[in-house]
């Protein structure tokens, strides 16, 4: 999903941002020959993710620096873990700190509170999955994350998947014409998934031959019945009012999959830092 030319172009945009025309204060208290060690610590219990992406910032600002990792991405860490160790030229290790902690802070966030909803699904077979909520210019980032902490992905953009909602319905007369004109256009090769907030919906979906459902902001015994009516004929997908409260709930009602925005745009950094 992250390939290394994606990356790159990505990290260089951010270190742009960040160092400007220099960094006036490195550049003057900082000699080329001095060298420094640290460590990537943690500070909290979480999942680990964007070990990739920290290498780069820092091989894209000096060669001469050289980074040993204890975890992988997608793994646990606990609180006082070292998570890498780092030696190198001081100037660009400080010049580099604050875009690459930036990064696995948030990445790693990501993928611990996708983490916490999976588990709070339990036994049942939904699989959490994030939304199109994301971060502006760091949807790749965020999805990778949410794979990292044992999530699965809904549609990367708009071009991935037809999804049918409320508005697109006005536009086309019905539910039925709006999938009728969608199988004319649409290659063989994508899928049409429909918003449904009403049983009769459900009913109009599966005769149209859609391949996904989306029971949005349904009651747990109204999904019940939707899921039995649906058995199995398309892939059902619930959405709205998830929580880490409600999860396990929604799940117990025989969806396949719950869409949430919050693993992703409610999802708090993890506490990371690089000890001198």
Known sequence: MLNNFFIEEHVKKAL????????????????????????????????????????????????????????????????????????GPAKYILMGERTALNYIQRMSGIATETNRYQKAIGEYKAKIVDTRKTTPCFRAFEKYAVKAGGGSLHRFNLSDCAMIKDNHIKFAGTLTKAVEQLKKH???????????????????????????????????????????LINGKAIVEASGNVSLQTVREIASTGVDIISSSAIVAKAPTLDLGLDM
């Open 186 to 228: 649409i290659s063989h090769a994508h899928k049409i998934e429909v918003e449904c907030d009403t049983k009769e919906q459900v009913i109009e979906a599966l005769n149209c031959g859609v391949d996904i459902i989306m029971l949005d902001n349904m009651s747990v015994e109204l999904m019940k019945d939707c899921v039995e």
């Open 16 to 87: 742009e941002e960040d160092i400007g025309f220099g960094d006036i204060t490195t550049d003057y208290l900082t000699k080329e020959e001095d060298m420094l060690s640290c460590a990537l610590n943690t500070r909290t219990d979480g999942i680990f993710c964007g070990k990739t992406v920290f290498e780069t910032v820092f091989r894209i600002l000096s060669p001469e620096i050289n980074i040993k990792f204890y975890f992988n991405d997608g793994e646990v860490i606990k609180k006082g873990d070292k998570i890498a160790e780092i030696q």
